[in-house]
């Protein structure tokens, strides 16, 4: 049974900073992209950043590109979102989740192609 849990999410000051975790499990961790999406009410679920397999590409929205950075520990099947400078504007719910890709260097970026997705965690950011 595949499991993604994000950790990580809370409420901080606009021009703060916090780090997401996604623990993952019952997977061949490495042969999947993760991404990190969020989503706010009456919202679309929206693509924040992708990595590779490998980790050696990435992928950010233009919103966040320069403040998010994303990153991968394939030994310890986690994936991370550094955010720093949060605006108001990055309040949501905020949900990694994995791609199944042969690609190592591929980049996912279509929430339709990822199959397995965590629970969510809330980021709030206060102005």
């Known amino acids: 049974q595949v499991q993604l849990v994000e950790s990580g999410g809370g409420l901080v000051q606009a021009g703060g900073s916090l780090r997401l975790s996604c623990a993952a499990s019952g997977l061949i961790f490495s042969s999947y992209v993760m991404g990190w999406f969020r989503q706010t009410p009456g919202k679309e679920r929206e693509f924040v950043v992708g990595?590779?397999?490998?980790?050696?590409?990435?992928d950010y929205a233009d919103s966040v590109k320069g403040r998010f950075t994303i990153s991968r520990d394939n030994a310890k099947n986690t994936v991370y979102l550094q955010m720093n400078s949060l605006k108001s504007e990055d309040t949501a719910v905020y949900y990694c989740?994995?791609?199944?890709?042969?690609?190592?260097?591929?980049?996912?970026?279509?929430?339709?192609?990822?199959?397995?997705w965590g629970q969510g965690t809330q980021v709030t950011v206060s102005s």
């Open positions: 989740a994995a791609s199944y890709n042969y690609i190592t260097w591929y980049v996912e970026k279509e929430v339709s192609k990822y199959r397995y």
């Open positions: 990595i590779s397999r490998s980790g050696g590409d990435t």
